[in-house]
Nanobody
C-alpha cells in the first residue's frame, strides 16, 4: 500500500505563491507516476500537473507558466510550486500516485490518493 499526505495549503491573495508538498510512504518497489489534482465546489476533479518515472511532466493549460511540479526522490516528496495565484485556483488540491510509471492528467489513471489540502485565493 502507498500512503500520501499533503500539506502546504492556505489562504493567499491573488498574485501570491504557495508550495504544496506530498509525502509518500509505504511499499514502493519502483518509481511512481505522480500528479496534483484539484476540485472546486460543484466542479469535477481536474488534473493540474503530473510527473512520470522518466521525469517528463504535463501541465493543464490553465496553470502553465505559473505552476511547477517537482519531486525529491531521496525524501519521497512531491511538490507543487504555485506562483501568480488567481481566485480561480481556489480548490481542494490532491496528490495522487500510481505504479504505472507513466501517466497523464486523467484522475482515473491513479490508484492512490491523499486527503487533500485546501487552497483559497482571494481577489
Amino acid at each position: 500500500q502507498v500512503q500520501l499526505v499533503e500539506s502546504g495549503g492556505g489562504s493567499v491573495q491573488a498574485g501570491g505563491s504557495l508550495r504544496l508538498s506530498c509525502v509518500v510512504s509505504g511499499y514502493i518497489p519502483r518509481r511512481l507516476c505522480m500528479g496534483w489534482f484539484r476540485q472546486a465546489p460543484g466542479k469535477q476533479r481536474e488534473g493540474v500537473a503530473n510527473i512520470n518515472d522518466d521525469d517528463s511532466t504535463n501541465y493543464a493549460d490553465s496553470v502553465k507558466g505559473r505552476f511547477t511540479i517537482s519531486q525529491d526522490n531521496a525524501k519521497n516528496t512531491l511538490y507543487l510550486q504555485m506562483n501568480s495565484l488567481k481566485p480561480e485556483d481556489t480548490a481542494m488540491y490532491y496528490c495522487a500516485a500510481d505504479f504505472k510509471g507513466w501517466c497523464l492528467l486523467n484522475p482515473a489513471q491513479y490508484n492512490y490518493w491523499g486527503q487533500g489540502t485546501q487552497v483559497t485565493v482571494s481577489s
